[in-house]
């Protein structure tokens, strides 16, 4: 299918390099945070959760660098999917007409993911951070209600967007 459809180059607007830099932020400071914790950890950390934000198994130190790793590696692989809106999957049929729309809206959900995602891998690196230091015993019952909030409201918000016939945001 993604054959059929146009090729278009999407250009971002400025509030795209926004999200992009706020994006790339999060992510350094995710990478500072963790370098610059690492030799004051305790040998064990906490690497598993529940849900509801207790510990459930401890591992070595080393694996929190686990979490700014994926955080980069999925920030970089939802940037090269940006490159390529046409193998990207719709809920309507992409033409010639709506093919600008549709995958300007993608590329722009996908940069609030891509902040969402290194934000929430931030957090997690700090609340375990906060945690092996004795600070706190868990990551909170809040946790999970508040990450699936946080995956749902941009995701309702693109279906709305993607069905409509107006602007995208």
């Keep these: 299918m993604a054959e059929k459809r146009p090729r278009l180059k999407i250009k971002p607007r400025k509030s795209d390099k926004r999200l992009e830099i706020a994006g790339w932020a999060v992510i350094l400071a995710s990478w500072l945070l963790v370098a610059f914790s690492y030799s004051n950890l305790p040998e064990a950390i906490p690497v598993q959760y529940d849900f509801r934000g207790a510990v459930v198994k401890w591992g070595p130190k080393l694996r929190i660098f686990l979490l700014p790793v994926l955080s980069t590696v999925l920030f970089l692989g939802i940037s090269l999917l940006n ?9 309507v049929n992409i033409t010639r007409d709506n093919a600008f729309r ?3 809206i993608a590329a722009r ?5 891509k902040l969402l995602l290194a934000l929430i891998f931030f957090i997690i690196a700090l609340r375990t951070i906060e945690i092996a230091y004795g600070h706190s015993g868990q990551l909170g019952f809040w946790s999970l209600p508040i ?3 946080i995956f749902v409201t941009p995701m309702t918000t693109l279906l709305i967007y993607l069905f409509k016939k107006e602007k995208p945001f």
């Design 83 to 91: 490159r390529y809106p046409h193998h990207m999957n719709y809920p």
């Design 109 to 113: 959900f996908n940069r609030y993911v």
């Design 147 to 149: 990450i699936l909030v």
């Design 102 to 104: 549709h995958y300007t």
